[in-house]
């Protein structure tokens, strides 16, 4: 750091007087530099503390397994005075995050958070063609884009004339439940999503999610309230839902409430077992934390974390050779019942059986 100094002086030279003007450099003196510094890092500290504070509050006030919390005032001045680089502050709200043995319950860096952008803005999650047999065939990839309704009614369009739909869902993570919940209303009449209990915003926040024919109705903390819903696409068209293990979280509770409600058939492997609800509270301009706020029930009442859905009818083999199952249990109930008068999903239950 240099300062600019301008000095007068006066000189005499030859009886002429002279005047000088003279631009200097000047070093600044150590103490100078560490005075700037120690404000740098006491800006930082500040910073790091406020986001500290702001994650344990976060979680204070929306973790949903309460009995986890019982020390949780310990962590509040736990790093007081000591979170003056990025470095101490990551590791601060790690072990924080950690006590709570809690894999859904973490810190995102500024990183993940545009990752999470990115993935909210893809252009194209919907995969749709027609099969052998007349079968339709639908993929969704997640339920993050906000693309996600647009491509699946015009999807659905597309297979308006098929016999009956294959929807595949492997290795979809998941995503928001409001996509999930509007797709649910594209394939069904009426029928109960799903229900949740957990906490928010200091208190108990409950809420049941019931579709019928002409809109939802949420039950929120013994409060009704109703809510516009997309209209049923595919009628009564037969439905089989292909999961793997790596199908996780709104795409299981897709495929449970689909099943619970007499829907569908789940088919394939059993699913990865995600059952809890999270919600991102921002705690700086570059970390947020991602809060398990609920867990979520099927229907029929089920809780499948850390189980998993089973499937109906378990497939091995390939990908393509568990769609090909698929498509052929699918097209190949579809002619039974036709001459038999029997519901296709009763159809390949019993085929099923004997697998």
Not at 58 to 69: A, E, G, M, P
Not at 135 to 152: A, C, E, T, W
Not at 161 to 172: A, E, F, K
């Amino acid at each position: 750091m240099l300062k600019r100094a301008g000095a007068l002086r006066l000189a005499i030279t030859s009886g002429v007087l002279a005047l000088f003007i003279q631009t200097t450099s000047v070093p600044a003196t150590a103490s100078t530099q560490t005075h700037i510094t120690k404000q740098a890092q006491s800006a930082q500290s500040t910073r790091n503390q406020k986001a500290y504070a702001a994650a344990w509050e976060s979680i204070q006030q929306n973790y949903c397994d309460r009995t986890k919390l019982d020390t949780w005032d310990g962590w509040r001045h736990k790093f007081d005075g000591k979170l003056d680089s990025e470095g101490k502050l990551q590791a601060a709200l790690d072990d924080m995050l950690h006590s709570l043995s809690d894999d859904y319950t973490f810190c995102l860096t500024e990183k993940d958070i545009r990752s999470s952008e990115k993935e909210r803005k893809q252009p194209n999650i919907v995969d749709t063609r027609i099969m052998p047999g007349n079968i339709g065939y639908l993929k969704l990839d997640n339920f993050s884009s906000r693309g996600l309704g647009s491509q699946m009614k015009k999807s659905l369009q597309k297979l308006s004339r098929t016999d009956g739909i294959v929807l595949d869902l492997r290795n979809n993570h998941g995503g928001y439940i409001a996509a999930a919940q509007e797709i649910f209303s594209m394939l069904v009449d009426s029928g109960q999503f799903m229900s949740f209990q957990g906490f928010l915003e200091g208190k108990p926040d409950n809420q049941t999610a019931i579709l019928q024919r002409h809109h939802w109705k949420v039950l929120k903390n013994n409060q009704v309230t109703t809510e516009r819903r997309s209209p049923n696409l595919i009628g009564n068209k037969p439905l089989l839902v292909l999961v793997n293990e790596d199908t996780r979280s709104a795409s299981e509770m897709l495929a449970g409430a689909l099943r619970d409600n007499g829907r569908a058939m789940v088919i394939g492997k059993q699913t990865y077992g995600k059952g809890v609800l999270q919600d991102t509270f921002r705690i700086s301009d570059r970390h947020a934390v991602k809060v398990v706020t609920a867990r979520y029930f099927l229907p029929l009442g089920s809780n499948i974390h850390e189980k998993g859905l089973a499937p109906d009818i378990e497939l091995s083999g390939s990908s393509q050779a568990q769609l090909n199952r698929a498509a052929q249990l699918l097209s190949s109930a579809i002619t039974e019942a036709h001459s038999s008068g029997r519901r296709v999903l009763a159809v390949i239950e019993q085929t099923g059986a004997r697998l």
